[in-house]
């Protein structure tokens, strides 16, 4: 047996172990999904920038295509085509705020993770925990395509394709394919597929669920078999663009960048697109015949196609927008999908959020005025009204209400302003408000254009092939 | 004065007797089986009122009470989205508001509401055993009792080694201690 299946068979057992209480077994979801054999194919690589601090310890793991930036620890774990973006982690010296406490850092935060699996998934920003302010762990975990671990530490749980699991700190729990958790700290929890929460206790909580049978058409896992539907038809349509990028040792930019916008090296940007300042286009993003006005971002696993973006939007993880129209300050979640059409295209007025994993896919021409919060699952008229809501309606909600499969109990007023103060946080961070008088203070936008990559290569051949060689990578000194 | 010492065993209903049936049944099926369970059942003359559901193994996995198939009347396509609703932590007073809004917009002693809901899966409705639900038919009477009463359960699985043996009603609990009272001679 090569030691690559044996560090994946262990990584299937440790998170069955886990989850023995919801006799939730992974293994026909991930068996078959990679071939082990290929592994040896993909080169890993990794990020070096004078902003943020290079540290890296690789230890008996296969990383095949994956990426890395900041300080990241990888053990006994495989990874395929995953991003970890350790480039929000919280540094030594600093104060992480937790509710009432100030919680100092004595060290640089660490990615780290331990006995897992992560395919094709994103891990980025930090630790929310107050408990490991300065280890964002990740242990004991398998997920699948286009899954995203943001700021949610995890220690023995399985995340679906497409699942998103937000600022949360979770144990040994199921979280459906295209669900979105934001909830704090979950435990032993089964999510089913397509539930979309954000609970922040006292506060406010929502939640929606698509209707199991719809959301088949986009998503759906059966065991033994790989995820099928439109959300992975689109991918794939999509995915030789990518091998080009991937392949070529360097590339030439082919349309002009501003200044003070970044277009990363592993993004595919086709014509005519126009990128202006401070804008930020993400590794694996893919723009075509689009305007990304000043200040918008474009993150990882995106798509923007035929789309006008007039300026600071903000476009999440794997979020999709075709054929659509976007004024300014527009939020689009994680991994939603705008899918307009030629002659049916979707328009959003300002300041309007749509929520993490929505799906509006139109064959009629759509207008969402602005100020207007949408989720779930949209493909006509009606289905809009059902599935959205003005923000100042929203606003005046202080006990609760139900729409249709959404259930909204709290303080409307401060969902509101969470998701307000969210976005403008991600915008910063983003470098969308660079400006002279704005006291040139920069973000990933800016930083990142002084970012260089270095790949790293496995075994090729042999019982360890696929595996990577224990490697550290620190700076001199 | 010394009582008789009860065991579970000496009072519990065997599995063989009691209404059991696969995970998969309809909910009428299984309505069909407590009846059947019942007509073949003359100790006593306290009735069955639960099925207990089992998997392909023959293990123990659910159990449906009368009460639970009310509440699958009753709630019709709802029930689980009430279950969602409290996983995801909203307060009762909203599960109220929605199932009142529910309740008003449907009738259940319809034709074709009961119909639909007979066809429903046991799956949808039975209740997954708790730990404390458990207790080894060796165990004296008060072990039973207690946890009865600390949980509030209608019955408990007798258990012999990994396997499920028996029923412990409340009902035969009950009367096995009104009897032991009565022997008292209590004034």
Known sequence: ?477 | MEVNKYTVKDLMVPISEYATVPIGTTLFGAILALEEAQENFDHGKYQHRAILVLDDKNKVVGRLSQLRVLNAMDAADNYSRYEQLKIFKFSDTHIEKVSEKDRLARKIFTEEALKKVAKKLVNEFMQKPNPDEYVAETSAIDMAIHKMAAGAHQSLLATRGDEIVGVLRLSDVFAATFHTLKELEVV
């Open chain 1, 1 to 477: 047996m090569l030691e690559i299946e044996k560090i994946f068979k262990r990584i299937i057992q440790r998170v069955n172990i886990n989850l023995r209480d919801l006799a939730f077994d992974v293994s026909p979801f991930v068996t078959g999904h990679i071939d082990l054999e290929q592994m040896n194919k993909f080169y890993a690589f990794y990020g070096i920038t004078s902003d943020i601090p290079l540290d890296l310890k690789l230890i008996h793991s296969s990383l095949a295509g994956s990426y890395f930036l900041g300080k990241c620890r990888v053990t006994d774990s495989l990874l395929y085509k995953s991003d970890i973006r350790g480039d929000e982690l919280k540094r030594k010296d600093s104060t992480f705020q937790y509710k009432n406490f100030n919680i100092d850092l004595t060290e640089d935060e660490l990615i780290d993770i331990k006995t897992s699996a992560l395919i094709k998934t994103l891990v980025h920003n930090y630790s929310h925990d107050p408990e490991t302010p300065e280890r964002f762990f990740i242990k004991n975990t398998l997920s699948l395509d286009y899954a995203n671990i943001h700021g949610s530490p995890s220690d023995g749980c399985f995340l679906g394709p497409f699942a998103t699991v937000d600022l949360t700190t979770m144990r040994d729990c199921v979280i459906g394919a295209y669900s979105f958790i934001q909830a704090g700290e979950i435990n032993h929890l089964e999510v089913n597929p397509g539930t979309i929460w954000v609970n922040s206790p006292g506060q406010f909580n929502f939640l929606y669920q698509y209707p199991a049978d719809k959301l088949q058409h986009y998503i759906q896992v059966t065991a033994g078999g790989y995820p099928q539907g439109l959300l992975i038809d689109f991918i794939e349509e999509h995915e030789e663009s990518f091998n080009r990028v991937f392949d070529a040792a360097n590339l030439e930019n082919t349309i002009k960048v501003p200044e003070t916008a970044s277009l990363d090296r592993y993004a595919v940007v086709l014509p005519s697109t126009k990128i202006c300042e401070n804008v930020l286009v993400a590794q694996r993003a893919y723009l075509e015949n689009s305007y990304l006005g000043r200040g918008s971002n474009a993150q990882e696993n995106c798509f923007i196609i035929n789309s006008h973006l007039q300026g600071c939007n903000v476009t999440a993880h794997g979020a999709k927008i075709v054929e659509a129209d976007l004024q300014s300050n527009v939020f689009v979640g994680f991994n939603s999908f705008l899918y307009g059409k030629q002659g049916s295209r979707i328009s959003i007025g300002t300041g309007s959020i749509v929520m993490p994993h929505t799906i509006i896919d139109c064959k009629e021409s759509l207008s969402i005025p602005a100020d207007t919060l949408l989720w779930g699952l949209i493909t006509n008229q009606a289905e809009l009204e059902m599935n959205s809501i003005q923000l100042d309606d929203l606003r005046k909600i202080n006990t609760s209400t139900n729409q249709g499969n959404m259930h909204f109990e709290g303080h409307g007023a401060s969902f509101v302003e969470a998701f307000r103060h969210r976005v403008n946080h991600i915008l910063e961070a983003n470098g969308a408000f660079f400006h002279e008088h704005n006291n040139n203070v920069k973000g990933h936008a800016q930083n990142n254009r002084k970012l260089s990559l270095n790949t790293i290569q496995p075994f090729l051949f042999g019982e360890m092939q696929g595996v990577y060689p224990d490697i550290t990578i620190l700076p001199q000194g």
